[in-house]
Nanobody, 119 residues
């Protein structure tokens, strides 16, 4: 059983910062891509940022330059540092990992955590 534990969400004023973390535990042979997604009310879930096992990153245009994704492979943890937050960043943020075990590849989502940015 593989589990994800997210932390670091909450409320912040516009212009502020938050740091999210997501730790994976359990039977993981290889942790591949890790990422963060978000879903605002009435909108579809969208990618925020991803990072490969080799450290390559990708960001949605709206957070480019304001957010940094990183990972600690020894701890099976992915981080999202969010700076200069805007009210439009308000959403439920979900951690996602892609991992391998035996001959299979799995996709797992965290439980999601609300991030609210007030103007």
């Amino acid at each position: 059983q593989v589990q994800l534990v997210e932390s670091g969400g909450g409320w912040v004023q516009a212009g502020g910062s938050l740091r999210r973390s997501c730790a994976a535990s359990g039977s993981i042979y290889r942790l591949n891509a890790m990422g963060w997604y978000r879903q605002a009310p009435g909108k579809q879930r969208e990618l925020v940022a991803t990072i490969t096992s080799g450290g390559s990153t990708r960001y949605v245009d709206s957070v480019q330059g304001r957010c940094t994704i990183s990972r600690d492979n020894a701890k099976n943890t992915v981080y999202l540092q969010m700076n200069s937050l805007k009210p439009e960043d308000t959403a439920v943020y979900y951690c996602n990992i892609v991992y391998s075990r035996s001959s299979y590849v799995y996709d797992l989502w965290g439980q999601g955590t609300q991030v609210t940015v007030s103007s």
